[in-house]
Every structure is written in C-alpha cells, then in structure tokens.
C-alpha cells in the first residue's frame, strides 16, 4: 500500500520537535498528521472519525504546551491516534488494536505522554483535577506537573459526572484547563438538553452580535442593547446562554472558535497558558471525520471502521455465516413489542451498538437514547417500571457497571422488573480490558431476587428476550457476546423458558460439563476431543446463574465423578454460585471433584477474542486439559515432554 509523502512529520520524533516550528509549518504538519492516520487506520481498522476531528487541535496542543510536563487527558480517547503519532510512537501506529500493538485508548504504560488512561467517558475533568491538585500539593516532585488540560467531546460533556467534576473545579479554583470538542455527534446524533444549548451558543447571529460587541461595534446593535457595552454583554449573554452555565459553575468561558483554524487554536491557546489562574473553558466547534470525504458522510461520520480502500473508503468486511447476537436481539425485541404496546427500550447514546436503532424507526415513541447516562438510563427504567411499562435497558456490559448503586438501590431492592439486555459480555478483542464483559455476572449475581442468564447461542437469546418480556416478579438480565452466532436453526419466535431450569445437551459418563454462556460450543468442541480419548462428558447449559437449577446440578454432581462448570466471567459468579450450593448441600463430603474454569484474575490487553481466551486458558483444548487434570489422566503429549 503507498504511504503518503510526510516531509515535516517525518522530522518531528516528539512534540519538542513542533514547538521549533512556525505557525505555517504547524498547519502543513496537521495536513500530513491527518493523511497518516488515514493510512493507518486503512490498514489497522479503529475509530477513524474522532481522531481526524481533533488532528488541528492535537497539534496546537503539543505546540503550545509542554507535554508530557503539562498533562494532556484525552476523555474516552478514542480520538488519540494523532496525539500517539506525534508522541514518539508513529513506528507502531499500524499495530492499534492488535496483540502486542498499540492500545487503542491511552494507556499510562505505554508511554510518557499518556498521563490517564480512558476507553469509558467524561472521566477526564475529574482526572485533570486531581493532577492540578496533586500539582498544587507537591505531587510527583521527580517529574514536575504543570498544565492539567482536559479534552472532553459534547457527548461526553452531557454525562453527570463531567458536571459533577466542573461544580467542583469551580469551587476549588484552581489552574485547569478543559476543551471542550464539540462536533455535535458522539457516537450517535447527540440528544438532551446539553446539545440544545451547546446548539445556542454558535447558532449564528447572537454569536455575530457578541463578537460585535466585544470589538465595541455597540451602534451596530438592536437599540434595547445600545446602553453601554457591559449591559449589552450581560444581555447578549442571556439571550444566547453564551457560556452562562459554565460561568454560575465558576469556570471561565471562552469560545466558540474554529476548532480547525490553526492560527485561532494557537493565538487562543497561547494566550490561555500565559494567563489563565482559575478553571477555563475553551469550546472548540469541530467536525468529526474532518478531511476525509467517506467519514464526513457516513451516518457514524466513521467512529468505528474495519480495515478500509483509502480511495474509496469501502471497508473490508468479512463475510458473514450466521446473524450478529446484537440483531439477534434487535429482531427479537422488536416481534416482542409488536405484541405488548407496554414494552419500551432504553439505551445510553449507543442505539446502533445495542441494536436499538431498528427499534427507533418501528417505535418511536417507546425508545429512548439519554445520552452517556447509565446511572440515569437504570433508574429511568425503574420509573418506567414503576409506572407499569416494561423496559428494556440495553448496555454494554462494560457501561452497565456505571450504573451498579442504581441497579443495587433503585432496580432490586424495590422488585421492579427493569429487563437489562447486556450486550458485549465476556472477551471483546480489539477494545481490551476497558470493554471486556467480564464482571456482570458476579455483580448482578448476588442480589436478591436478580435473573441472570446467559444465551448458549442465538435461538437461546430469541428465548431469552421472550422469557424477559414475560417477567414480571423483580429484575432479570441476559447477557450475550459480540460478533455473529454459532449458526444453529433458528425458530419463528422465542419462546419462554421456565426461570432457573437449564437443560442437558448431551449425556455422558465419569464427568459432567456445566457451561454457562457462549463457551458451550467450546465445550462441544473438547468433548469430541475427550471422546476420542475414551471419555465421553455430560454437556450441560445451565442458562441461569441466578435461580440456579438445583435439581440438575445436585443430579450432575451425583452422577459424575467430577463436575466442571465453564463461564465467560470473572471469579465470584457462575462457578461461585454453583460451589456454593455444592457446599450446603454437603456434596463435597461424598468426594466430588469440582472445578471452576472463569477469567483470570488479570486484566488481559486487546488481541482476537480466540487469542485473549487462549490467555484466559478458556478455548476447546483448555476444557480438554482441565477433564484430563481432573481425573488424573495424563495426556500423551504432556508425558513425552
């Protein structure tokens, strides 16, 4: 693939290398900045759209500022590709995302210039605090802190905990600096009211008349605002909200600017370093995808693309066997509220990930997107609850655990039968361990009155969304992986399964397999490796972690000489559950041999989910091991080593 022609980028090793430049060069270096993230990206896949929006602004940063002195904080950074390829690690660029390659977040041990490490959002204010804290207290004396700047986008602005960092950088006063991005679209078109104001301070003429004002064109004014410039500030301010709330919060405001506009980002940022003493806010307006026609048009304006044809930016997708779980679920939820008016949907700013945009168009009415808001999106359902609708709280696993007080306080102590639909669970891949669904199980798990399944395949997910439909007594949740299905034939409409009752998949002898999720396949794939050897396993789906299924597993464990159970969760969950209940029921007494295959107790980097669950020990060949292990067979390799 032809790599484009870089001269000045090439020269710069680290962001030292711009401050020695002139403002021309700067612009120059931002044109060549952004045509090599394209290349790599074209090659690597990832998230495309965000970094190309910030790549002006990326350079005027590490222009102005002394990073890694000054600490840079990217909020959920997936827009950091261009910071990577300034800081030292443009040689790597095309491993994102890969085993053993560049994260594609920052990450603090990766290098220097990655003060915080994010994948989750609005996490960077309150980040940047604690540095300019820790700054003003002496902290980290060997490396010295200077500037705390936050990069936050205008979909991440709308979360509460952004607010709740900003009431207290405004109380405590302190040097910090927050840019705000604002390229009105997250992940998704942006909702709430935080957009609707956002919208206000750029929206044309009140901006222009502002700018009037402030070069002191006052005649050039309506006549109610021609009495003094300061009271014709004051007014202007509240027609066009112009960083009011910024400022009731005690944070200065700045802006808007041309986010794209390297003379105004570097006149404004330098200006910003040499006199800023409290909080300041700077609202950048950018376009996400910038400079790259197939990003600015797509509907995503290119957030997350497989590897792609930089002329034509079509992807390179493979093809595909089998529906994706995620539509799988889209499908079913949609026949399920064709039948029941009452059932509604609830995501938080990722319709398309979750599936709920098909959902959107049938029902418009019964979906709601509340932004990067998971305390609120579980709390809402719980209202919907209360009030007698059935909600469907679609998260990713890994944003579910954001709202677990909400689940804890709001959902399960009240009994309300708030449906929580947990897409992405278990092992992720490209993402690593920041969106890997590893914990839910063991969270949800252990409170009162909590359903938890987990779907084998996706005809098991069709049932699963019909047996939460149909749930009425408390909270339930299913949980389902990325990626398409095994595979298996599908029926016209789910079905309701019967709460806590697994089933028998095959029937064997010696040792039972107890599996619990997706792994099951892999457990079909062991036990013709096992039967080869002569052992022939019971397979079991569970499909409850929570009620267990009391009378098979008693069954298993009186039947087998060993009883293994296998889950795509980490420790305290599914094995936990059934160990316990092995305990109270004193079969571990009559000499069972239990074992529990779960995640590691480590946080396990991106590679392809087959090698992040070879790391977790949890593929076809690791089952076949642990049965060989635990009936003290050797295997024939393992001796002749």
């Known amino acids: 693939m032809t790599r484009p022609d870089t001269p000045l980028l090439d020269q710069i090793a680290s962001p030292a290398d711009l401050r020695r430049l002139g403002d021309r060069d700067l612009i120059q270096v931002a044109d060549e900045l952004r045509a090599e993230t394209i290349s790599a990206v074209s090659e690597t896949g990832g998230h495309l759209g965000a970094g190309l929006g910030v790549v002006e602004l990326t350079v005027a940063l590490h222009a102005v500022f002394e990073t890694p002195r ?7 950074s997936h827009q950091c590709y261009p910071h ?14 890969q085993e053993n390659g560049l994260s594609g977040f920052t990450k603090r041990s990766e290098s220097p210039y990655d003060p915080f ?17 820790a700054r003003d207290l002496g902290g980290m004396p060997e490396h010295g802190l200077g500037d705390a700047i936050a990069v936050i986008g205008d979909g991440a602005m709308s979360a509460g905990m952004a607010y709740e960092a900003m009431n207290n950088a405004g109380h405590l006063g302190k040097r910090l600096i927050i840019i705000l991005n ?10 709430g009211a935080m957009s609707a104001y956002l919208s206000r301070l750029y929206a044309g003429a009140p901006f222009q008349e502002l700018k009037a004002v402030a070069k002191g064109a006052v005649s050039l004014l309506p006549p109610p605002l021609q009495q003094g410039a300061k009271r014709a500030r004051d007014m202007l301010k509240s027609l066009t909200v112009g960083g009011t709330l910024f400022e009731e919060l005690g944070i200065s405001y700045l802006g808007p600017i041309d986010g794209h506009d390297m003379e105004q980002l570097l006149a404004i940022l330098r200006m910003v370093k040499s006199r800023a003493e409290g909080p300041i806010l700077i609202h950048a307006i950018t376009r996400k995808g910038k400079g790259y026609a197939p990003a600015e048009s797509a509907s995503d304006k290119g957030h997350g693309v497989s590897k792609f044809d930089v002329v034509t930016g079509k992807q390179k997708k493979a093809a595909s066997n089998a529906p994706s779980y995620t539509s799988v679920f889209s499908r079913s939820l949609i026949a399920e509220a064709e039948r029941d008016r009452t059932i509604t949907a609830i995501t938080a700013a990722m319709p398309d990930g979750t599936g709920l945009k098909q959902f959107a168009e049938r029902f418009a009415d019964r979906c709601f997107d509340v932004g990067i808001a998971e ?3 579980v709390t809402f359902a719980a209202g919907q609850a209360a009030g007698g609708l059935r909600p469907f709280c679609a998260l990713y696993s890994t944003f579910l655990q954001r709202g677990y007080d909400q689940i804890v306080h709001d959902v399960a102590i009240q009994r309300l039968p708030v449906r929580f639909a947990i897409d992405r669970a278990g092992l992720v891949g490209a993402d690593g361990a920041t969106h890997a669904g590893a914990f839910d199980v063991a969270f949800l798990a252990n409170l009162p009155g909590m359903v938890v399944m987990a779907a084998a395949d996706e005809a098991e997910l069709m049932h699963m969304v019909a047996t939460a439909a149909a749930h009425d ?19 016209e409409r789910g079905t309701p399964l019967e709460i806590g009752k697994g089933r028998i998949v095959a029937e064997g002898k010696r040792v039972a397999l107890l599996s619990f ?15 080869r050897r002569g052992i022939t396993p019971t397979i079991a789906d569970a499909r409850f972690a929570k009620p267990l299924d009391r009378e098979m597993i008693l069954q298993l464990a009186a039947d087998h000489e060993a009883l293994i159970t296998i889950e795509e969760g980490a420790v305290g969950g599914f094995g936990s559950h059934v160990a316990q209940l092995l305990s109270d029921e004193g079969v571990f007494d009559a000499g069972l041999k239990f074992r529990s295959m779960v995640l590691p107790d480590i946080f396990i980097d991106q ?5 992040m669950y070879d790391v977790a020990a949890m593929n076809a060949e690791h089952i076949e091991a642990k049965v060989l292990d635990t009936l003290g067979i050797a295997r024939l390799d393992q001796a002749r080593a």
Request: charged fraction near 25%; avoid cysteine; aromatic fraction near 4%.
């Open 70 to 76: 000054d600490r840079l904080i990217w909020d959920v």
């Open 84 to 97: 990577k390829i300034l800081t030292g690690r443009r040689d790597r660029i095309r491993t994102l995302r």
């Open 117 to 133: 490490g994010a994948a989750h959002s609005s996490t960077s204010i309150s980040a940047a605090l604690g540095f300019a804290t």
């Open 182 to 191: 604002d390229n009105e679209m997250s992940i998704a078109p942006p909702t």
């Open 375 to 377: 305390q609120h999106a």
């Open 473 to 491: 007594d408390g909270p339930i949740a299913f949980r389902f992986p990325r990626g398409e299905g095994v595979g298996v034939e599908m029926p």
């Open 517 to 531: 999720g997706t792994r099951l396949e892999e457990v079909r794939k062991a036990a013709e490796a096992l039967t």
């Open 607 to 611: 590679a392809s989910p087959r090698a």
